[in-house]
């Protein structure tokens, strides 16, 4: 076990290249489950999810390689074997599982997943779209069991717009017989690369990125090579570490227009920001205004991104909103962030941030993914050495964060606990 150590008040410049998109990644390594040759993924992130993955797909009698930031999976040898425990339960994406193994095999066994903590996120709605393709759920001894003697096509209604509802009834509709419909369908560009990703293998699928996809489906999938779209959450985290404490940042290898919501946000509170191709330049500000966030589905401000921003917020002049409509737990990381000195109270689903104030370096905890891009931006910020444990939680969504961090002007490291801050984070 380690911890991350920042010493804050350096000034950061340069340009730093964001990974690919996490969130796609989790989807996408499962979707190859569905193939009956080999699939190449480029461009993957180096982070614990992906290992978790491949890890995974080795269980199942798969071969998977991951080298170089690219993986091929030969799903040839796949068995349906089940998974109700062990590494299936260490991240939230394993119920893409259920989805792809269900289109394969027509039968799943998967652990309850785990992954962060942001309070319920039922998946009610994954096991509506299964049984309405005609498979039979149900939950014992904390695994989902899924059978089916056969899939058929069928018509769908969200009752709430879920990204991982719709990738998952995605990957099992592909190979079912006739024609799937989803409405209130998902619109994220992470549903569009998975869908890309599928047609590439041989799939029947229109209309992803809006709010009805259509999927006919196909007897077998094949092979294919596929290259994975930039993260817009870690290219979001930079722009926000660069607003905070850059000096110029040119934010490489990034899709402007999945950013378009965070920008409108940033030139609001006035920060510099020049959009490009592929690259975004977050220019120096010369002081931060206060402004409002809500949380909304894509193509609205993302809730992966309020943690972060909440941070930036603290800097800001005067009194900000951000409420939070998609996971009204997410709030963790307030009671870190007064830890170093910020201004901040809950009211239900939003946080008030009263600015700016002088963060001051301090020991907190990651409690969750985004809590911990917030807390290393928040050391970035503050006066002193800030030193943040729950490393596993950042690594799960931000590859080679300290070498990057450096390579920008900043000073972090990590460092191994000691006996006794494990008994300590143990006990807590």
Not at 126 to 153: C, M, P, S, W
Not at 312 to 336: M, N
């Amino acid at each position: 076990m380690e911890k991350l150590k920042i010493a804050g008040g350096y000034p950061l410049k340069g340009t730093v290249r964001i990974s690919g998109a996490k969130n796609s990644a989790v989807a996408l390594i499962p979707a190859t489950i569905l193939a009956e040759s080999p699939v190449t993924i480029e461009g993957l992130p180096d982070i614990s999810d992906v290992h978790i993955l491949k890890d995974l797909l080795q269980e199942i009698g798969g071969s998977a390689t991951f080298s170089e930031n690219e993986m091929t999976v030969d799903p040839s040898t796949m068995i349906s074997m089940p998974l109700p425990n062990g590494k299936v339960k260490k991240l939230r994406a394993s119920y893409y599982l259920m989805g792809a193994m269900l289109g394969r095999f027509k039968k799943a066994v998967i652990g309850l997943p785990g992954g962060c903590f942001l309070g319920p996120r039922p998946i009610d709605q994954h096991i509506k779209g299964f049984e309405a393709l005609g498979a039979k759920v149900t939950n014992e001894q904390g695994a989902i069991y899924l059978r089916a003697d056969e899939l058929r096509g069928a018509r769908i209604y969200l009752d709430v717009v879920s990204v991982g509802a719709t990738i998952n009834i995605m990957l099992a509709a592909v190979r079912a017989k006739g024609r799937t419909i989803i409405e209130n369908a998902a619109k994220e560009p992470e549903i569009i690369d998975v869908a890309t990703l599928l047609s590439n293998m041989g799939a029947k699928i229109k209309g992803a990125g809006t709010d009805v996809i259509r999927i006919d489906g196909v007897d077998e999938l094949h092979g294919c090579r596929h290259t994975i779209i930039p993260d817009r959450i870690e290219a979001g985290t930079y722009m926000i570490l660069a607003a905070a404490v850059g000096q110029g940042i040119l934010i490489d290898n990034v899709i402007p227009l999945h950013l378009e919501s965070l920008i409108a946000k940033l030139k609001e509170m006035g920060v510099p920001i020049e959009s490009k191709d592929d690259q975004v330049f977050v220019g120096q500000a010369e002081g931060f205004k206060a402004v409002d966030i809500k949380t909304l589905v894509y193509p609205g401000f993302p809730t992966d991104l309020q943690q972060p921003l909440t941070s930036l917020l603290t800097q800001a002049e005067g009194s900000s909103v951000v409420t939070d409509t998609i996971y009204g737990a997410r709030f963790k990381h307030i009671d870190e962030l007064r830890r170093m000195n910020a201004t901040i109270k809950v009211e239900g689903r939003s946080a008030i941030i009263n600015g700016p104030t002088k963060l001051q370096g301090a020991k907190v905890k990651a409690s969750d993914l985004r809590a911990g891009a917030a807390l290393v931006i928040a050391g970035l910020l503050a006066e002193g050495v800030t030193e943040i444990t729950g490393l596993e939680h950042i690594d799960r969504g931000y590859s080679h964060l300290v070498e990057k961090l450096n390579g920008l002007g900043a000073t972090a490291w990590r460092e191994k606990l000691t006996k006794e801050e494990q008994e300590q984070m143990k006990n807590a």
